[in-house]
C-alpha cells in the first residue's frame, strides 16, 4: 500500500464574522495566500501537483464557482492542476483530505493541496438563498436542524449539564489559544495581506 504523508500545514487567523479586519477580505483572497504561503515553505514543485480539493460548507456566492479551481488561478498554478470543492458540512475539510488519500492509493495523482474555506462574513448560515424542500422540511424537519438545536438534542441525550458544558467549552478554548500560540511559533499561522496591512493572530 502506497505511504501517504502530509508534508505541511498553513492557516490564517480569523475573526468573528462581520466584525474585525478579515469581515471584508474576501474568501478567494484568503484561501489564496495561505496556499501561496504553504507552497513557498514547502518548496513544492506546482508541476507535481494534482489537484487542489477544498471543503466549504456553503459553496455559494464568493465562495461558489468552485473556489478550488477559483484559487488555483489565483495562486499561479499550472494549466493541468484541477480544482475541486467538496461539502461534508464540519467535515469538509476532513474529506478533502481523505479524498486525496484515496486517490493517491489508487495511483491517481501524488501530489495534493487539501484544503478548506469558510467565510460566514460572506456567506451567513443557511446560505444566500435558504430554500428548504417543503415536503422534506415538514415531514423530516431534522435534515435542516441547526447546529445549536443538534448540540441541544445531544446534551439531552447524553445528560450533559450546561455547567459541565461551559467547563469542557473553557478548557477548549485554553487549548486553541495555547495551540494559536505555538502555531505562531512554529510560523504555521499565515501572514494575511489586508488592504496593504498586514495582520497576525496574536496571543498574549
Not at 6 to 29: M, Q, W, Y
Not at 63 to 75: E, L, P, R
Not at 135 to 157: C, F, H, I, R
Request: charged share 20%; glycine share 8%; with cysteine.
Amino acid at each position: 500500500m502506497t505511504n501517504i504523508v502530509l508534508v505541511g500545514f498553513k492557516r490564517s487567523p480569523f475573526t468573528i464574522a462581520n466584525k474585525g479586519l478579515l469581515a471584508g477580505v474576501r474568501p478567494e483572497d484568503i484561501l489564496s495566500q495561505v496556499i501561496n504561503d504553504l507552497i513557498k515553505t514547502t518548496n513544492i514543485n506546482k508541476d507535481d501537483i494534482e489537484d487542489i480539493i477544498a471543503g466549504c460548507a456553503y459553496p455559494e456566492g464568493a465562495q461558489g464557482y468552485n473556489i478550488a479551481k477559483i484559487v488555483s488561478f489565483m495562486t499561479g498554478m499550472p494549466e493541468h492542476v484541477g480544482g475541486m470543492t467538496i461539502n461534508r458540512w464540519c467535515g469538509s475539510s476532513m474529506q478533502a483530505i481523505h479524498s486525496a488519500a484515496g486517490a493517491i492509493s489508487m495511483n491517481a495523482g501524488k501530489v495534493f493541496i487539501c484544503c478548506g474555506i469558510e467565510s460566514m462574513t460572506s456567506v451567513p448560515i443557511n446560505g444566500l438563498n435558504y430554500s428548504p424542500h417543503p415536503e422534506l422540511l415538514k415531514d423530516q424537519p431534522n435534515v435542516y436542524l441547526s447546529m445549536g438545536l443538534t448540540a441541544e438534542n445531544v446534551a439531552n441525550k447524553f445528560n450533559i449539564s450546561r455547567k459541565n458544558n461551559k467547563s469542557l467549552q473553557f478548557k477548549v478554548t485554553i487549548r486553541h489559544l495555547k495551540l494559536n500560540y505555538q502555531m505562531h511559533s512554529m510560523k504555521r499561522l499565515q501572514l494575511l495581506e489586508i488592504k496593504k496591512l498586514k495582520y497576525q493572530l496574536m496571543v498574549q
